[in-house]
Structure formats: structure tokens, C-alpha cells
């Protein structure tokens, strides 16, 4: 098993970055692929990127490709979602989630089998 914590997540103005972080504990998280994940209120969860167990293929949602980097550091047992250009659209609370199954990259929320408690991030208009 592997347990996950996100951090870098808080309030920036419309047009501004962040970049969150997700701390993997417990099994190698070069076992996994890893993805990011994000929750608007009153929606459902979506994806929003994915990363491969080498880092070497990435998979994103239409709407943060070109704005957002997701990346990892298998040493540090890391991963990383760098979010450039922000808008008020992209307000949620972003997870951290580890899939196991035999492929590349990952798109499908249930395919995850673990899960990180959360981040919120808020971007003002």
C-alpha cells in the first residue's frame, strides 16, 4: 500500500501559479502510476493529469493542457503538478492518486486505488 499527502494548494489571483506536491509513503511510488484529480463544489471529480511509472508518457484533461505540467521524482518518491495560467474554473480541491493497473497512463477515476485527503486550491477573479 502506499499513502499520499498533498501540499502546495491555497489562493492566487486569476492568471497566477501554483504548484502542488504529493509526498508518497509506504510501497515505491515508481510501483504506481500517479495522477491529479480535482473537485469543484457541487461537481464531480474529474481528472485532470496523469503520469506514467517512468515519466516518461503524460496524459492531460483538454482544459489544463498547455497550462498545467504534471511530473515526478521517483527518488523522492514525489510527484508534481505545476498549474500555470490559473482561473477562477480551475477553484477545487486537487487529489493525489496511485493506480496499479497493468497500462501507461491513467484517465479513469476508478481505476485508483488510493487516494491523497486533498488540497484546496482557490483562484479570485
Known amino acids: 500500500q502506499v499513502q499520499l499527502v498533498e501540499s502546495g494548494g491555497g489562493l492566487v489571483q486569476a492568471g497566477g501559479s501554483l504548484t502542488l506536491s504529493c509526498a508518497a509513503s509506504g510501497r515505491t511510488s515508481s510501483t504506481y502510476i500517479m495522477g491529479w484529480f480535482r473537485q469543484a463544489p457541487g461537481k464531480e471529480r474529474e481528472f485532470v493529469a496523469t503520469?506514467?511509472?517512468?515519466?516518461?508518457?503524460?496524459n492531460y484533461n483538454d482544459s489544463v493542457k498547455g497550462r498545467f505540467t504534471i511530473s515526478r521524482d521517483n527518488a523522492k518518491n514525489t510527484q508534481y503538478l505545476q498549474m500555470n495560467s490559473l482561473s477562477p474554473e480551475d477553484t477545487a480541491v486537487y487529489y493525489c492518486?496511485?493506480?496499479?493497473?497493468?497500462?501507461?497512463?491513467?484517465?479513469?477515476?476508478?481505476?485508483?486505488?488510493?487516494w491523497g485527503q486533498g488540497t484546496q486550491v482557490t483562484v479570485s477573479s
Open positions: 492518486a496511485a493506480s496499479s493497473i497493468f497500462q501507461s497512463v491513467s484517465t479513469g477515476r476508478n481505476e485508483y486505488s488510493y
Open positions: 503520469i506514467s511509472r517512468s515519466g516518461r508518457h503524460t
